[in-house]
């Protein structure tokens, strides 16, 4: 997975597949790629920067599984 903003155009692109793009749906400025196989591979969000608090800065954490119980 890759996340790229672009402050040129004002889009934060989310690559989750590298595969070709073959449809893109677009729904109020959020852009979804799909490949062939209609798996979405990518998003991007046009203009940025008036949806999200601040595109320069990105926050990640991965959620810890919680114990099974015996």
Excluded at 32 to 51: H, R
């Amino acid at each position: 997975m890759n996340i790229t903003y672009d402050p040129s155009v004002d889009i934060l692109r989310i690559i989750l597949d590298d595969s070709e793009i073959d449809e893109s749906e677009e729904v109020e400025g959020i852009i979804m790629d799909y490949n062939p196989a209609g798996k979405l591979v990518g998003i991007e969000i046009l203009d940025a920067s008036k949806q999200v608090d601040n595109p320069y800065v990105m926050n990640y954490s991965v959620a810890q599984e919680k114990a099974s119980r015996p």
